[in-house]
C-alpha cells in the first residue's frame, strides 16, 4: 500500500472514533471505575489502550499514536509536548551518568545545547562526527558509548547521512540508534528498514501542516518500546489532546501537501540554480548537495525546505534580501502552508568537527502552498535589493 493510501485509514480503530471519520478530541484526566476488576483490569492494560488516568493519555491519543506507529513502521510512538521533548525524552530514557552519546554535528541547534548544557551536567559525554564520516563512526565508539544519533538531512545545512551503513557499524557496538527524521516525516523514508531504533519527529512541522500546534513523536522498535514509554511516563510527557486531534486531522493531507510543497520547491530551486548569485543549493534533491547519492537510494522525496548558499554577500545586502518580500515570511521553524525565509549566519559556530565558510552567506527558505511564480518574482525582486546593497 502507499503511503498517500495508508495515511487516510491510520489510527481510525472504532474502539477510538466510534465509528465517525477523525479522531475526536476526547478530554480527561480522572476516570471512574464502578468496580475493583474494572480497574485492576484498566490498570493492568494502561500501556496497551485502555483509559487509566489522563497522563497516560485517551482515546484522541491513542488513535494518533497507532496512526505514528503504522507509518513509520515501529512498534510503539511515545507523544511529547513538542519535538524537542521528543529528543530530550528519548535521549534521557536511556541514557545514564558515565554513558557516552554520538551525536552527529550538524544537529538541530537546540539538541546541541541539549547535549552542552544539560546532558554534559548529567555526567553524559558526547562526541559529535561529521554527518559524512560513514564507516569511519566505528573508530570513535568508545566502551560507554550508548546511543547513536542522527539527523538526516542535517538543520541548515542539509548532509544526507548514510543512515543503513552508520546503523549496522552501532548495531555491532550494542548502540541504540535513534534518528530526527523530522525532513522526511512519517513518508519520505522507512527508518526501521535502515535499522533505526528510534525514530523522531517534530510533528509541529508538516504532521501538523499549519503552523498552530507544538508536538513531538518517537517511534520506536519492539525491544527498546517499553523502556522508552515508561521512562517518558516517569518524567511526566503528556500532551494536550486538543493538539493531537489537530495532528491527526492535519495527517490526513500530509500526502498532498507534500507532493505539492516538493513541486513548488523543486520549481523554485531549478530557478535559483540558474541565478549568477547563487553559489550552490543545499537540496537533498541537488547534487550539490552532500549525500545526495543517499537521498536518491533512501527517501521516496523531497519537500519544501532547502537551503542556498550565496557566492557573497554580508549582513546588509542579505539583510536587504530577506526583508520587504511579498510572499516569505521571516521566521523560525518550517512545514507550514506558508513560505519562510531565513538569512543564517554564525553556521561555523554550532559546528565543531566539521567547517563552514561564513564568508559565503546561507538563505534558507520553506517553499509553502502559493504558486511558484510568484514566489520566483519574489525572490527575484530579493535579489535586486540585495545586488543593490552589494554594489553601494
Ligand atoms: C523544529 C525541529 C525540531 C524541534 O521541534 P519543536 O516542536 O520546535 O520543538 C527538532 N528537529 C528538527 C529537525 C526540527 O526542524
Known amino acids: 500500500m502507499k503511503k498517500e493510501t495508508q495515511i487516510i485509514s491510520v489510527g481510525r480503530d472504532k474502539k477510538w472514533t466510534k465509528g465517525v471519520i477523525n479522531p475526536p478530541v476526547f478530554r480527561a484526566s480522572t476516570m471512574v471505575f464502578d468496580t475493583m476488576e474494572e480497574m485492576r483490569f484498566a490498570t493492568k492494560n494502561r500501556a496497551n489502550g485502555e483509559m487509566f488516568y489522563g497522563r497516560r493519555g485517551g482515546p484522541t491519543h491513542f488513535a494518533f499514536q497507532a496512526a505514528i506507529a503504522e507509518l513509520e513502521g515501529g512498534s510503539g510512538t511515545a507523544l511529547y509536548p513538542s519535538g524537542s521533548a521528543a529528543i530530550s525524552g528519548a535521549l534521557l530514557s536511556f541514557l545514564k551518568s558515565g554513558d557516552h552519546l554520538l551525536m552527529v554535528d550538524s544537529a538541530y541547534e537546540p539538541t546541541r545545547d541539549l547535549c552542552n548544557k544539560l546532558l554534559a551536567g548529567f555526567g553524559i559525554e558526547t562526541t559529535y562526527y561529521d554527518p559524512m564520516i560513514g564507516e569511519g563512526i566505528a573508530e570513535l565508539i568508545k566502551p560507554n558509548t550508548k546511543v547513536l544519533f542522527l539527523e538526516s538531512p542535517g538543520s541548515v545545512t542539509m548532509e544526507i547521512q548514510d543512515v543503513p551503513t552508520l546503523s549496522a557499524i552501532a548495531h555491532q557496538h550494542g548502540l541504540i540508534v535513534m534518528l530526527d527524521n523530522t525532513w522526511a516525516s512519517p513518508i519520505n523514508s522507512r527508518p526501521f528498514d535502515m535499522g533505526v531504533d528510534i525514530s523522531i519527529q517534530a510533528a509541529t512541522k508538516y504532521i501538523v501542516g499549519h503552523s498552530d500546534v507544538m508536538l513531538g513523536t518517537a517511534t520506536s522498535i519492539d525491544t527498546h518500546w517499553e523502556q522508552l514509554r515508561e521512562n517518558s511516563y516517569l518524567m511526566g510527557q503528556c500532551t494536550s489532546p486538543d493538539d493531537v486531534y489537530l495532528a491527526s ?144
Not at 537551503?307 to 518580500?325: H, P, Q, R, Y
Not at 559546528?351 to 502559493?370: A, M, Q
Open 249 to 392: 486531522r492535519g495527517l490526513r493531507t500530509l500526502g498532498v501537501r507534500m507532493q505539492q510543497h516538493e513541486q513548488n520547491a523543486l520549481k523554485v530551486a531549478n530557478w535559483l540554480a540558474t541565478r549568477p548569485e547563487v553559489d550552490h543549493l543545499r537540496h537533498p534533491a541537488f547534487e550539490t548537495c552532500p549525500g545526495h547519492e543517499f537521498f536518491k537510494r533512501d527517501f521516496s522525496g523531497s519537500n519544501g525546505l532547502f537551503s542556498f548558499v550565496l557566492k557573497e554577500g554580508n549582513l546588509k545586502s542579505v539583510t536587504a534580501f530577506v526583508e520587504n518580500m511579498d510572499h516569505f515570511k521571516m521566521g523560525f521553524s518550517w512545514g507550514g502552508f506558508e513560505s519562510l525565509i531565513l538569512g543564517v549566519f554564525g553556521i561555523d559556530k554550532i559546528r565543531t568537527v566539521t567547517s563552514w565558510d561564513s564568508s559565503k552567506p546561507l538563505i534558507r527558505l520553506h517553499i509553502g502552498l502559493e504558486n511558484a511564480d510568484d514566489l520566483i518574482a519574489d525572490l527575484e525582486a530579493g535579489f535586486e535589493r540585495f545586488n543593490a546593497e552589494l554594489t553601494r
